[in-house]
Structures are given as C-alpha cells and as structure tokens.
C-alpha cells in the first residue's frame, strides 16, 4: 500500500533502491514513523468533511483502513476509530486514573507494606505510559484484562 512507512536511521538501509516504484514513505526520524502517522491521522480529521465520521469516527481499526498502519498511540487510535467522542471519553478515563493514582499516593503510608496494591498502581502506571508509543489497551485484551484487574483492586481498597 503506498501510505505504509518506514524510516531511515542508522539501523535500516535505504530502500529508494529497493523499492522503486515509491510505495513507501521515507521519514529520516528516530519515531519509528509514528510521528508521520500521528500527521496523517490529524490530517485526515481535518481534511475531512464529514461531520458524522469526526464526531463518532470511523469504526474500530479505522487506522489499518486508513493508513494500512496501526496508528501506535491510544489518543490517536481513539481519534480515529471513535471519532472525537472517543477522544473525550479516553480522556475522561485517563483523569479517572490519575485521580485514583493521586488518592492513592495521598494514602500511600497506609499501603507502604501492601505488595499487591504498590504493583497495581505500578502496573497501571506502566500500562497508561505504554499507550502513548502504543494503542494498548484499546486493541490488545491481554492490557485491558490486567489494566482492568489492578483498577478494580485500587477502586475496592478502602481509604480513610
């Protein structure tokens, strides 16, 4: 598909050669393309006249439909396949954790001995910084499960 990308660095050859029917997109950065992805998935918000699609977007993995690529960051991936509502409900999601970590931290003399919890909210911080470079847990189940697993313990730990 001519919309796929791949980058010149150091550890990769130069593919002009190779590949001279120009399927590809060069991006000469240390992103893996992602940030090249990131451009196009603004761009195809923007350029976009279709107000039902940008509002609810355009389905679950809309970014392999559109950019024939995973879009390898939450935010981004919920743009395009939820549209802006989407985006607003991530969000709020996201607020929704970094207040549970910020109750938790408050309380944290309270927990200092509590091995579960302590590796909960590590792997919740873990989780939410991998979806960043990452779709995580909207596309892989594996995430979701345990993101969901550590959520529910922090959420069911009484606070005083």
Known sequence: PKSRILTLTPNNPDYSK???????????????????????????????????????GFGSSADRLFLKETVSNALFYSLISGGYLGLIFLI?????????????????????????????????IFI?????????????????IILFICLFYINNKKLS
């Open 18 to 56: 190779k590949y001279k029917d120009n399927q590809f997109v060069l991006v000469s950065e240390y992103s893996s393309g992602r940030l090249e992805l990131w451009k196009k998935t603004l761009n195809l918000f923007i350029n976009k006249n279709n107000y039902k699609n940008i509002f609810l």
């Open 92 to 124: 709020l999601f996201y607020l929704y954790i970094l207040s549970k970590i910020y109750n938790f931290l408050i309380h944290y003399k309270q927990y200092s001995k509590d091995i579960i919890s302590i590796s909960s909210i590590t792997i919740i």
């Open 128 to 144: 939410m910084l991998r979806s960043l470079v990452e779709s995580s847990f909207l596309v892989f189940g594996s995430d979701s």
